[in-house]
C-alpha cells in the first residue's frame, strides 16, 4: 500500500510563493510506476486538478488557473514530487491533495489509486 505525504503547506501573502512537496513511503517513483499530481479543494467547493507530471516528468498538465504560475516535478531517486506555485492569489488557498495513479487520463479525472492526507495553503490579502 502506498502512502502519501504532502508537506509545504502554509500562509503566504497575495504574490508571494510556496512550494509543496509529496514523499511517497516506498520505491513507487524509482520504478516509475505511477503519473503523480496534485487536487486541490477549497472549502464548499468540489475537488479540482491542479497539475500532473508522468511517470519520467517528460509530460506536464496545467490547469488552467495555475498553468502560467506553477511548475511541478519529481525526483524518482528520492521518491518525491513537488508543486512550485508563484503569485498566489486568494483563489489559490486549498486544501492540496498529493495524488498517484497508473496512467494521465485516470489521474486527470480525479480516478487515482492512491491519495494523501492533504496539506493547506492559506493565502492572507
Known amino acids: 500500500q502506498v502512502q502519501l505525504t504532502e508537506s509545504g503547506g502554509g500562509l503566504v501573502q497575495v504574490g508571494g510563493s510556496l512550494r509543496i512537496s509529496c514523499e511517497a513511503s516506498?520505491?513507487?517513483?524509482?520504478?516509475?510506476?505511477?503519473?503523480m499530481g496534485w487536487f486541490r479543494q477549497a472549502p464548499g467547493k468540489e475537488r479540482e486538478f491542479v497539475a500532473l507530471?508522468?511517470?519520467?516528468?517528460?509530460?506536464?498538465l496545467y490547469s488552467d488557473s495555475v498553468r502560467w504560475r506553477s511548475r511541478i516535478s519529481r525526483n524518482n531517486s528520492e521518491n518525491m514530487m513537488a508543486l512550485q506555485m508563484n503569485n498566489l492569489k486568494p483563489e489559490d488557498a486549498a486544501v492540496y491533495y498529493c495524488?498517484?495513479?497508473?496512467?494521465?487520463?485516470?489521474?486527470?479525472?480525479?480516478?487515482?489509486?492512491?491519495w494523501g492526507q492533504g496539506t493547506q495553503v492559506t493565502v492572507a490579502s
Open positions: 495524488t498517484a495513479a497508473r496512467n494521465t487520463a485516470m489521474l486527470k479525472q480525479g480516478r487515482s489509486l492512491y
Open positions: 516506498d520505491d513507487t517513483f524509482s520504478n516509475d510506476a505511477y503519473c
Open positions: 507530471i508522468n511517470r519520467d516528468g517528460t509530460t506536464r
